[in-house]
């Protein structure tokens, strides 16, 4: 019972930092909207605090630990490997 409350924490944390993710990369989309200026402004301060809230409540449920872990991987490398492959 324990091991299923564990996986689902971790599942949830995890979900909500590519959440996160998701609302900063939708940033990228808010210019190309036919929205009015204001709308546009609400829009993107709506997800820029998504973005943070989601990334946020992912630290407090996945714990320091992991967060320690997702900063000090090689993103770079990883990176590069994968744009590398046929």
Same mark, same amino acid.
């Given at each position: 019972? $324990? =091991?299923?409350?564990?996986?689902? $924490?971790?599942?949830? /944390?995890?979900?909500?930092?590519?959440?996160?993710?998701?609302?900063?990369?939708?940033?990228?989309?808010?210019?190309?909207?036919?929205?009015?200026? =204001?709308?546009? #402004?609400?829009?993107?301060?709506?997800?820029? #605090?998504? /973005? =943070?809230?989601?990334?946020?409540?992912?630290? #407090?449920?996945?714990?320091? =630990?992991?967060?320690? $872990?997702?900063?000090?991987?090689?993103?770079?490398?990883?990176?590069? /490997?994968?744009?590398?492959?046929?």
């Amino acid at each position: 019972m $324990k =091991e299923d409350t564990q996986n689902l $924490k971790r599942w949830l /944390g995890v979900t909500l930092v590519v959440l996160s993710f998701a609302f900063y990369g939708c940033l990228l989309l808010v210019p190309l909207t036919s929205l009015s200026a =204001e709308r546009k #402004i609400a829009l993107s301060t709506l997800l820029v #605090i998504l /973005g =943070e809230g989601s990334f946020w409540l992912a630290v #407090i449920i996945l714990g320091r =630990e992991a967060i320690a $872990k997702y900063r000090s991987f090689d993103w770079r490398n990883w990176l590069s /490997g994968w744009l590398k492959k046929p």
